[in-house]
Nanobody, 124 residues
Framework: QVQLVESGGGLVQAGGSLRLSCAAS????????MGWFRQGPGKEREFVAT????????YYSDSVKGRFTISRDSAKNTVYLQMNSLKPEDTAVYYC?????????????????WGQGTQVTVSS
């Protein structure tokens, strides 16, 4: 059973930066992709970024491209989301997710395991 634990959320002013971490336990080499999603107040959950575990291929939503960077440390079984130039509209609970059957994906239904989420609040 895969367990994902996010950390690094908090309160930051607009224009600031945060780095989220997602530590995975119980992963096997069959886990193919990791992703970050977010859900803002009163909004549906949306895709943020994804990375293929083996080759490091990345893909971002248009709303974060150029500001956020996803990366992974295979030795630590950890995925990171570096968030720069944060905006108030980035305020959300951020979730990491683990997919077993896809190389990378922006579709939440492709992911098999989810963390509990970490709150990011960006003040204007």
């Amino acid at each position: 059973q895969v367990q994902l634990v996010e950390s690094g959320g908090g309160l930051v002013q607009a224009g600031g930066s945060l780095r989220l971490s997602c530590a995975a336990s119980g992963r096997t080499f069959s886990s193919s992709a990791m992703g970050w999603f977010r859900q803002g107040p009163g909004k549906e959950r949306e895709f943020v970024a994804t990375i293929s575990w083996s080759g490091g291929k990345t893909y971002y939503s248009d709303s974060v491209k150029g500001r956020f960077t996803i990366s992974r440390d295979s030795a630590k079984n950890t995925v990171y989301l570096q968030m720069n130039s944060l905006k108030p509209e980035d305020t959300a609970v951020y979730y990491c997710a683990d997919a077993l059957h896809v190389t990378y994906s922006d579709v939440d239904n492709d992911y098999d395991y989810w963390g509990q989420g970490t709150q990011v609040t960006v003040s204007s």
